[in-house]
């Protein structure tokens, strides 16, 4: 018998450093391959940076509570924020779009519209794609380019012990949001009769249903003269994506839990779940914000920004990945992102 | 009552009209969007080339009679018949992966034991991608980048009246290579004992598995100082091709049957299978071969070329696209393209 290894026994990132490894970059041209936002292509003048990420049906997204517009806007806000994670301007989209033929042409319309929006609040353009019929439900897989000044791009491998570590907006709120719509969704499903419930929680199911790539922080962080070390979009929870940054850069971290940004819809809701709201900050995915290293002596210059957060700062790997708490104890981080195939 | 229009009514190509048609390109650097083999996008000193294909199981492939590593393989080679079709030379690929459980590591190393191979026939680098679970089956979804000199590109928009039309290789092989397959395994169906017959047919099904991008005849055309005027590759039958260089270049063509190139393999087996052997070249999709249009100053470069075919020649819009049968009548070609959707 053939020896079969199911892949939840290695999980997405143990699949990609398994199939990934021995492939060996042959072009010049390739800087960065596989393990950061987004690839790194020495293009000319600057450094082209080519990213991709897809969505089904059915794993990433619910069409039942998940408007098709907003589905559309957030394939390609999503792509954008790898981008962004990169330090790096977004440029040039290609879409492939698998249909079944429960879709309709003023459906797949709809899902181009939030395209477009997408693409006009990010200066992108769509530049081609294929369409294909797919037996069941939807498909998107969505590829983009960036350009990046070569001294500018920001690796996930670029954390120095001392620098501070900094997260954008706040965070949990993608993962409450989605609590809300499941549970809006089983109270609908048991009574047709019921209406979603969903006025109570703006800003948490927004969150969820149309994450904004933070490109303003790129420019304002280029206006205000920074230069970020180190940076990765939160995409699968803050936990997980310190562990990126630790591995790849080869330190640990202190983070402070009374620093962690959480918006208060997103705690008030967390508490009427039951669930710890930094439990959420930590390991709720889908937030799309950006995690990044400054060097100490740009702290002055950022100190008043009202939308970055100090959380915490780098120090030995042997010290490992740390939360402080509000009552000064020293926790280790778990790294719990979501992983589509556990 | 909202209207829904069935895709399968506009098509493929008529779905992407509708939906690209208000997208309007907002950044300097993107050259060509939609509407041809690939982008392109000014990327310093050449062109940067852009595209990207999906292959979904159930519709593009039958893993039933296709190893995996060959859809692989293939995955990543029509992907590069796409920049050749730009006269480019490919650079880099992302891979988008969805995965239903039923496949294992091994399967999913086997499946990149392919691209691998690819990846290193056609010189091009994976550098990144997104590993995610699917509801059903298998999907794989690559972009790819390319590069060209600027005054090198071959769009499908430059054929000029009098160009002589060439097309490589041979053609209809791998749809009758297809037929061959879909008998056999509906033989094992019906009889598991029968093992299944394709020793009689390698050539075929080899091409049906296995298509090899024509980057060999873009770096020939280079070494030979041939700049091909219009190119795209033969991917939905060449019939289907001709239609999308005359509407994009306005321009009609007379191809004449006695210069279609057909293999004695696809020939034999078209007959065996009761299929004019015309209509496998005209209609039959997944060659993967190039079409292309040259100034006839440039034929007497080419003509010793072994493996570059002179089909016919480009006339005025209103005289049609039209086959020149053997016996000298003059037949309008029709487009019937291989569409997902109908």
């Given at each position: 018998?053939?020896?079969?290894?199911?892949?939840?026994?290695?999980?997405?990132?143990?699949?990609?450093?398994?199939?990934?490894?021995?492939?060996v970059?042959?072009?010049?041209?390739?800087?960065?391959?596989?393990?950061?936002?987004?690839?790194?292509?020495?293009?000319?003048?600057?450094?082209?940076?080519?990213?991709?990420?897809?969505?089904?049906?059915?794993?990433?997204?619910?069409?039942?509570?998940?408007?098709?517009?907003?589905?559309?806007?957030?394939?390609?806000?999503i792509?954008?924020?790898?981008?962004?994670?990169?330090?790096?301007?977004?440029?040039?989209?290609?879409?492939?779009?698998?249909?079944?033929?429960?879709?309709?042409?003023?459906?797949?319309?709809?899902?181009?519209?939030?395209?477009?929006?997408?693409?006009?609040?990010?200066?992108?353009?769509?530049?081609?794609?294929?369409?294909?019929?797919?037996p069941?439900?939807?498909?998107?897989?969505?590829?983009?380019?960036?350009?990046?000044?070569?001294?500018?791009?920001?690796?996930?491998?670029?954390?120095?012990?001392?620098?501070?570590?900094?997260?954008?907006?706040?965070?949990?709120?993608?993962?409450?949001?989605?609590?809300?719509?499941?549970r809006?969704?089983?109270?609908?499903?048991?009574?047709?009769?019921?209406?979603?419930?969903?006025?109570?929680?703006?800003?948490?199911?927004?969150?969820?249903?149309?994450?904004?790539?933070?490109?303003?922080?790129?420019?304002?962080?280029?206006?205000?003269?920074?230069?970020?070390?180190?940076?990765?979009?939160?995409?699968?929870?803050?936990?997980?994506?310190?562990?990126?940054?630790?591995?790849?850069?080869?330190v640990?971290?202190?983070?402070?839990?009374?620093?962690?940004?959480?918006?208060?819809?997103?705690?008030?809701t967390?508490?009427?779940?039951?669930?710890?709201?930094?439990?959420?900050?930590?390991?709720?995915?889908?937030?799309?914000?950006?995690?990044?290293?400054?060097?100490?002596?740009?702290?002055?210059?950022?100190?008043?920004?009202?939308?970055?957060?100090?959380i915490?700062?780098?120090t030995?790997?042997?010290?490992?990945?740390?939360?402080?708490?509000?009552?000064?104890?020293?926790?280790?981080?778990?790294?719990?992102?979501?992983?589509?195939?556990?």
């Open positions: 018998m053939e020896k079969r290894t199911e892949i939840s026994e290695l999980g997405e990132f143990g699949l990609i450093d398994r199939i990934t490894r021995d492939f970059n042959k072009n010049e041209s390739t800087k960065i391959g596989v393990g950061d936002d987004a690839a790194v292509i020495d293009g000319g003048k600057d450094y082209l940076l080519l990213s991709t990420d897809m969505l089904v049906e059915g794993v990433h997204f619910d069409l039942s509570y998940m408007p098709i517009q907003h589905l559309g806007y957030k394939s390609i806000s792509n954008v924020s790898d981008i962004a994670a990169m330090n790096g301007e977004p440029k040039q989209v290609v879409v492939n779009l698998g249909l079944s033929n429960r879709f309709s042409v003023e459906a797949v319309e709809k899902l181009y519209e939030g395209m477009a929006a997408a693409c006009k609040d990010f200066k992108v353009d769509l530049v081609g794609g294929d369409t294909t019929s797919s069941s439900g939807l498909i998107l897989s969505v590829s983009i380019t960036g350009s990046v000044a070569r001294d500018k791009v920001a690796l996930r491998s670029k954390v120095e012990i001392g620098d501070i570590i900094c997260a954008t907006g706040d965070l949990g709120a993608a993962y409450i949001g989605l609590q809300v719509l499941e809006e969704k089983q109270v609908f499903l048991a009574n047709p009769e019921m209406q979603p419930n969903l006025a109570k929680y703006p800003y948490v199911t927004e969150r969820q249903l149309k994450p904004k790539a933070r490109t303003d922080i790129i420019y304002e962080l280029a206006e205000l003269n920074v230069k970020p070390k180190a940076m990765i979009d939160i995409s699968d929870g803050l936990a997980s994506e310190l562990f990126h940054l630790a591995k790849q850069s080869g640990g971290f202190f983070v402070y839990e009374d620093k962690l940004p959480i918006d208060k819809q997103t705690y008030d967390a508490v009427e779940f039951n669930i710890d709201p930094i439990t959420c900050v930590m390991n709720g995915g889908e937030d799309y914000e950006l995690l990044f290293s400054i060097s100490q002596e740009d702290y002055e210059k950022l100190k008043n920004h009202p939308d970055i957060h100090f915490g700062y780098a030995e790997k042997e010290k490992g990945i740390n939360l402080v708490t509000k009552n000064q104890n020293v926790v280790p981080i778990k790294a719990q992102g979501w992983d589509h195939f556990r």
